[in-house]
């Protein structure tokens, strides 16, 4: 889901809590790397060509362009803002002004996260109990 802050809070009680959860960038790159099969659709030799060969987002595929930074694109940058710094900073300061907690994924984090979490809720430790299933795991930089 693209966050849209006015649809979001059109949708929720006036006391809700955001609550949002980003990744590491390169991780999430790279999965998005293989799950959309870049490799073989535009003939990169690996992932570090790829990430070689996209670093110009002027001529490469719209999908890609907007994995270049997935996480702004998810809290509705514009990918044809992606590098202007005005823009950007307006971006993270209403990102830091909406959302009471910004959870990270990867490592520690995520249990030091789900405690933030816990805390803010008033929940109690069996309401964020986690049982990784699934789990990828990525060797690739």
């Known amino acids: 889901?693209?966050?849209?802050?006015s649809e979001v809070k059109a949708s929720l009680k006036?006391?809700?809590r955001?609550?949002?959860?980003?990744?590491?960038?390169t991780s999430l790159l790279y999965s998005a790397y293989t799950y959309f099969r870049w490799r073989e659709r535009?003939?990169?030799?690996?992932?570090?060509?790829?990430?070689?060969?996209?670093?110009?987002?002027?001529?490469?595929?719209?999908l890609i362009i907007s994995f270049k930074n997935l996480m702004m694109f998810d809290f509705g940058l514009h990918p044809k803002n992606y590098e202007d710094?005005?823009?950007?900073?307006?971006?993270i300061a209403e990102i830091e002004s909406t959302f009471d907690l910004i959870m990270i994924r990867?490592?520690?984090y995520f249990k030091q996260s789900l405690?933030?979490?816990?805390?803010?809720?008033?929940w109690t430790v069996v309401d964020v109990a986690v049982v990784a299933i699934n789990k990828m795991v990525i060797h690739c930089c």
């Open 42 to 62: 535009f003939n990169y030799s690996s992932f570090e060509d790829f990430v070689i060969r996209t670093k110009s987002t002027k001529q490469i595929d719209p």
């Open 1 to 5: 889901m693209l966050f849209n802050k």
């Open 106 to 108: 990867d490592g520690e």
């Open 18 to 25: 955001y609550v949002s959860i980003l990744r590491d960038p």
């Open 14 to 16: 006036s006391d809700a």
């Open 115 to 122: 405690i933030l979490l816990k805390n803010l809720m008033h």
């Open 85 to 91: 710094d005005a823009i950007v900073d307006s971006k």
